[in-house]
């Protein structure tokens, strides 16, 4: 491709803001941009291993930002609902829809403090569809989730000459990201409304992690960098705390509460693994906060994005929500032998699936990472069908209507622009919305799966004040 890029669908840039559509045409006169030799601090060391930083970053307005965080707060809300609008918290209903075993969701719904679901943590993944409309094509209600580095991504691209030539000719200022902040409010509060034993005010956060063995996790980049600026988050709020970074072998749980080197931890975040069963009991007397504890494997499950959708039209939901629903919600359902209604036609969702294979996405419901997505545009009729027949059988997969993202410029190879698909992840803690970024591949990626397995590139949001 050429150095200087057409305006071909540049327009799209002007929706996220005006000074994103300056961005591109002021790239498009500045060759320099397009080097990615003039940008390799961005992925040097390991302070993003998981990430590989593109060049440019992403401008949006603050009323974009509006829309996005009044949108991803609303959707998160509603999933946050389900157990008890859709199945009134029975355990029966839950365990026969979502197939997890009777004394499992028991378990779940014993284990939660009354409060619980509204101090969740989580992860709505949105494109904007041709209308201009965001579409959450999942929600990950988790805690170790890609994008914590977001804060960081946006202090690593301010080092750049380049970055800031361009916000000081065209004289932007630019929002700080304060994803660490909202965090330490967010679980400050859940402390303070649940009663923790707080020692005075002393706030001590534990994040929990199999892979965390020793002290050796100290010495990880990423974790130095997360610990830092946790810590410069106490200091700059008046806050006092701690950050410690261990697994559930260090920690002691008593009738008392849990425990790090007899120091007492006022809130567990589980990165990775499942929660031991001493602790639910620990954290159901409201002895610590657990974020999000056992529920993730119920909230995270993709079979929620399939209720909103096939309930859309119930009075379970206000009008109003309805409305959202069908503004933001792609048409998906649970993949099992019955009868559906897709657009105007009552139907088989069996043959149905099978015979539009180019207007669907099969998911696994509780896959991640881009594992076991089959998007059906990109694969052959014979693995489709291969897929559709597992699914079937396991009764444990979602189909989704597919919704074509819009196409944005980044720069890709060594020295040269192109039209990307990208995918947003926007972050809310209970119901503040804490920021977000930006994953991307270039549009004519064979698997059109955007995740950073795959080789997505991120893109940090630098919002405009």
């Known amino acids: 491709m050429n150095k200087r890029f057409i305006n071909q669908k540049i327009e799209n840039h002007e ?21 990615k030799n003039n940008f390799t601090y961005l992925n040097e060391g390991q302070l993003f291993p998981d990430s590989i930083l593109n060049p440019w970053p992403t401008f949006i ?3 974009t930002e509006s829309y996005f965080e009044q949108t991803s707060i609303s959707i998160f809300n509603l999933i946050k609902s389900i157990p008890k609008r859709i199945f009134d918290n029975n355990a029966q209903k839950i365990s026969e829809y979502y197939k997890i075993p009777l004394y499992q969701v028991e378990v779940l719904l014993w284990s939660i403090p009354t409060n619980h679901i509204d101090n969740l943590l989580g992860r709505g ?21 890609g994008g914590w580095e977001q804060e960081l991504f946006v202090d690593v691209y301010m080092k750049s000459k380049h970055i800031e030539k361009f916000i000081v000719d065209n004289d932007l200022e630019l929002k700080k990201s304060q994803f660490f902040k909202y965090l330490i409010l967010h679980i400050q509060n859940a402390v303070e409304v649940n009663k923790i034993n707080s020692e005075q005010n002393f706030l001590r956060i534990c994040i929990v992690d199999p892979r965390f063995v020793n002290s050796d996790c100290y010495e990880d980049e990423r974790i130095v960098a997360i610990k830092n600026s946790v810590e410069s988050t106490f200091k700059n709020n008046n806050i006092e705390g701690e950050v410690i970074f261990c697994n559930y072998d260090q920690l002691e749980g008593t009738s008392n509460g849990v425990f790090y080197n007899k120091k007492q931890i006022h809130c567990l975040l589980e990165w990775v693994g499942s929660t031991p069963a001493s602790f639910l009991r620990i954290a159901q007397k409201n002895k610590v906060i657990i974020l999000n504890g056992a529920i993730t494997y119920l909230m995270t499950n993709k079979f929620n994005i399939s209720l909103l959708s096939e309930y859309q039209d119930s009075k379970l939901f206000t009008e109003e929500e309805r409305e959202l629903i069908k503004k933001h919600i792609p048409w998906t359902r649970k993949l099992i032998d019955k009868n559906t209604h897709y657009k ?33 545009s990109k694969v052959s009729s014979e693995i489709w069908r291969e897929k559709v027949e597992l699914a079937l059988k396991e009764e444990s997969w979602i189909v989704q209507e597919y919704v074509k993202p819009q196409d944005y410029w980044y720069q890709i190879n060594q020295n040269e622009a192109a039209l990307h698909e990208i995918v947003f992840g926007f972050f809310v803690f209970g119901t503040t919305y804490a920021g977000g970024y930006v994953r991307l591949l270039p549009s004519d990626n064979e698997y059109g799966i955007i995740n950073a397995k795959l080789g997505a590139n991120v893109s940090p949001i630098f919002v405009i004040e």
């Not at 993944?125 to 988790?142: G, S, V, W």
Request: aromatic content about 10%; overall charge negative; charged content about 30%.
């Open 15 to 35: 929706f996220l803001s005006e000074k994103n559509k300056l961005f591109i045409e002021y790239v498009n006169k500045n060759p320099e941009f397009l080097n």
């Open 61 to 63: 307005s603050k009323e």
């Open 125 to 145: 993944d949105f494109i904007i569809d041709h209308k201009n409309e965001l579409q959450c094509i999942e929600y990950n209600i988790a805690t170790g989730l």
């Open 344 to 376: 105007d036609e009552n139907c088989s969702l069996k043959s149905m699936v099978l015979k539009k294979q180019t207007n669907f996405v099969l998911k696994r419901s509780l896959g991640s990472s881009g594992d076991d997505v089959f998007i059906g």
